[in-house]
């Protein structure tokens, strides 16, 4: 990391890959429950694919800048048959189609999203408490 406030940096790039997973994960949750046609995709989900930003750069080899999203990738659209002849949208066999969606899942990554995006709000706190007290030292 070349500058002084790489730290920030990094945690910047953290903040932003964890604030992309949260939303990703709250349109799955938010979704959970979508029902569509028999014949129609069922809602895919959201999935975050993060990867280093400049890793083992020749200035500092084996040091990185943090992370970024590359991409977002979507889940299979085939979701789950239900059979729900009072519905709607229930095709001549009662049958519609619903996201195949894993709450388990979801809620844990859930939580290792919110602990990971209080790790790098930690990490901007502590980098600009360390950076005012070396104002502090260099301005006397």
Excluded at 74 to 94: I, K, L, M, N, T
Aim: no cysteine.
């Amino acid at each position: 990391m070349s500058s002084v406030f790489s730290a920030l940096e990094s945690s910047r790039n953290g903040l932003s890959v964890y604030k992309t997973w949260l939303d990703a994960i709250a349109d799955n949750i938010a979704n959970v429950n979508t029902v569509r046609p028999a014949g129609e995709d069922a809602f895919a989900a959201r999935y975050v694919v993060a990867e280093a930003v400049d890793y083992g750069n020749a200035a500092a080899p084996g040091v990185g800048n943090g992370a970024r999203v590359s991409r977002v990738a979507f889940g299979p659209s085939e979701g789950r048959a239900v059979y729900a002849p009072d519905h709607p949208y229930a095709d001549e066999e009662g049958l519609i189609r619903v996201p195949d969606i894993d709450m388990n899942e979801q809620m844990t990554s859930l939580i290792v999203a919110q602990r990971s995006y209080q790790a790098n709000i930690s990490v901007v706190e502590r980098a600009r408490a360390a950076y005012e007290a070396a104002l502090r030292i260099g301005s006397r």
